[in-house]
T-cell receptor, first 115, second 114 residues
Framework: GAGVSQTPSNKVTEKGKYVELRCDPISGHTALYWYRQSLGQGPEFLIYFQGTGAADDSGLPNDRFFAVRPEGSVSTLKIQRTERGDSAVYLC?????????????FGPGTRLLVL | KQEVTQIPAALSVPEGENLVLNCSFTDSAIYNLQWFRQDPGKGLTSLLLIQSSQREQTSGRLNASLDKSSGRSTLYIAASQPGDSATYLCAVYHYGGSQGNLIFGKGTKLSVKP
């Protein structure tokens, strides 16, 4: 079946602009995760959704970052007033019901470049 | 604070060699440990998941071991092939983290030369 998809695959924006990154999880997966991966680093957790609600948003770096999942499927990560330090690959993952014993399935990521 | 370290950062081997990638974590209070593969410009592909109660998992030419008490895991790749070239990441689910919070190492970049 189809895996996790993310759009756009690449995004170039100017400092101070607003961007939205979209994630389509595997159909039927109730848990959805966002990570950020900077060059040469491992992914770092941003936020975890269980259904429509954010179960843990402790990884969001500041209030410029916000994510939603209004219908419990597609999720959008929103970044306001982008800064050059926001440049990274933003990865989305999903799992069937959520929980520490499950494998997370990752999408290909969105490469964000802030000029 | 849980920290995950992977050694070496990069590794180059000739085709056909058996090799070992290392992962260590500072806090043994983990639920499980996972090994992922990441190809350039691609997302992560899960290779093996070892629950905290398990000692090892095998899939084809891959074997991952877990020694929770010493905070170590190894990924063994037998008879390496050029197609194995990628970055290999290990990640742990830590008791102190949230249900979504995988903690990753920085990865080992593997190059297998034909």
């Amino acid at each position: 079946g189809a895996g996790v998809s993310q759009t756009p695959s690449n995004k170039v924006t100017e400092k101070g602009k607003y961007v939205e990154l979209r994630c389509d999880p595997i159909s039927g997966h109730t848990a959805l995760y966002w990570y950020r991966q900077s060059l040469g680093q491992g992914p770092e957790f941003l936020i975890y959704f269980q259904g429509t609600g954010a179960a843990d948003d402790s990884g969001l770096p500041n209030d410029r970052f916000f994510a939603v999942r209004p219908e419990g499927s597609v999720s959008t990560l929103k970044i306001q007033r982008t800064e050059r330090g926001d440049s990274a690959v933003y990865l989305c993952a999903s799992s069937l019901v959520g929980g520490r014993r499950e494998t997370q399935y990752f999408g290909p990521g969105t490469r964000l470049l802030v000029l | 604070k849980q920290e995950v370290t992977q050694i070496p950062a990069a590794l180059s081997v000739p085709e056909g060699e058996n090799l070992v990638l290392n992962c260590s974590f500072t806090d043994s209070a983990i639920y499980n440990l996972q090994w992922f593969r990441q190809d350039p410009g691609k997302g992560l592909t899960s290779l093996l998941l070892i629950q905290s109660s398990q000692r090892e998992q095998t899939s084809g030419r891959l074997n991952a071991s877990l020694d929770k008490s010493s905070g170590r895991s190894t990924l063994y790749i037998a008879a390496s092939q050029p197609g194995d070239s990628a970055t290999y990441l290990c990640a742990v689910y830590h008791y102190g983290g949230s249900q979504g919070n995988l903690i990753f190492g920085k990865g080992t970049k593997l190059s297998v030369k034909p």
